[in-house]
């Protein structure tokens, strides 16, 4: 039987559980990754539903909740002071799992790192495919041929800008932005997730495990595409959002100042991806590549579900690959689909647009389970 020799491009989440699945069922797997290591920034996401027991047969699921945030109730911190909470809201449930999206990405890829081959400081820089295989040209590495290149490299994919188009007629920005930093020190409230807010804005600072972070998700016009790859850029675009008011955080005493000393910061707009096929010949798309949009850390479980699913795709159908391309997406569409729902809604409660919509969030919130 035929095993397919396959070029993943990216080693986060999507990417390390797909090299994973792909090496069980015997596959060569190559895994090229632009970042020269691991990133210690992006917040807590959640592992929860399929993606809970796809850790548990990966064998990672015990390191998951070993390193889980044990994800505390959220409070509500008025412009006033006055706080709300905490809330019970999205607390995990039986086996599921809120964790740092770095130990996450750490933990999956330690499960592989030794079944596959993984290129680290490198990038796709050209693909021609046939009806046989796909050459792939790096920027770094010598020319390649692989019977199927995967496209897991974000949002911002690069494979999927080389395949099926422009970015900006696939990614429509939907006027959020998202930053997340390390503070380096514990949290003044280690029993809560504390979010303050101002009309646009919220500020929210989560004990993670003792180390406190900071995320900032705000409202703004959009930005070019270079500001995403460009750290001092986006510190600029957060501090204009964020740098004008006093917060009163004691976790923040210097927002400019540590903003600016920030060693890693994600950042990111939120996106909506709409692509009429998630494949082209012997190319696919993975994770927020292929579709994105989420605000409460639903695209970690998505990557991870539709990882295996297209792996046990590919090896139950190994020589017909179109066939297998099509039934990994019309399983794990409907799925992705679902969770676009409700951006809308999460945004209003998230970030009120103006005084009233917030002043109407911390009402409700008060009604809210404690």
């Known amino acids: 039987m035929r095993r397919y020799s396959v070029l993943v491009c990216g080693a986060g989440i999507a990417g390390a559980t797909l090299a994973y699945w792909l090496a069980r069922h015997g596959m060569r797997v190559t895994v090229v990754e632009r970042g020269d290591g691991l990133r210690s920034s992006g917040g807590p996401v959640d592992v929860h539903g399929a ?40 607390r995990p449930r039986g086996d599921d799992v809120e964790i740092a999206r770095a130990d996450l990405a750490a933990i999956l890829r330690s499960a592989v790192e030794d079944q596959a081959y993984f290129i680290f400081g490198d990038e796709v820089t050209a693909l021609e495919q046939d009806e046989a295989g796909v050459d792939v040209s790096f920027l770094r590495s010598p020319r390649m041929r692989f019977d199927l290149v995967v496209g897991a490299d974000g949002l911002h994919s690069s494979v999927r800008e080389m395949v099926f188009g422009p970015e900006q007629d696939l990614v429509h920005p939907l006027g959020l932005y998202i930053a997340t930093m390390s503070l380096g020190r514990p949290a003044a409230d280690p029993a809560s997730v504390v979010m303050y807010n101002r009309p646009g804005r919220s500020l929210t600072v989560h004990p993670v495990n003792g180390t406190a972070g900071a995320g ?55 996106s909506r991806v709409q692509l009429p096929h998630w494949s082209r010949g012997r190319v696919t798309l993975l994770g927020d590549a292929a579709s994105c949009v989420s605000l409460f850390g639903d695209g970690s479980s998505l990557a991870m579900s539709g990882a295996f699913t297209l792996a046990e795709a590919l090896a139950d159908d190994p020589n017909r690959l179109a066939a297998a391309l ?25 970030v009120p647009a103006t005084q009233a919509g917030l002043t109407a969030r911390n009402l409700s919130g008060a009604l809210l389970p404690h």
């Open 51 to 90: 993606a809970t027991e796809v850790a548990r047969r990966m064998g990672v699921l015990q390191g998951l909740q070993d390193s889980a945030t044990h994800a505390p109730g959220l409070t509500l911190v008025t412009p006033s002071g006055r706080r709300v909470g905490p809330l019970r809201l999205g």
């Open 326 to 350: 099509k039934r990994y997406e019309t399983h794990h569409r409907k799925a992705a689909t679902s969770r676009q729902w409700g951006y809308s809604l999460a945004a209003a409660w998230l």
């Open 216 to 270: 900032f998700i705000f409202r703004a016009p959009p930005h070019p595409k270079a500001a995403y790859r460009d750290i001092r850029v986006q510190k600029q675009v957060v501090l204009n959002a964020y740098g004008v008011t006093d917060w009163a955080v004691p976790e923040l005493t210097d927002l400019r100042g540590q903003v600016e000393g920030a060693d890693d910061l994600y950042f990111d707009a939120i």
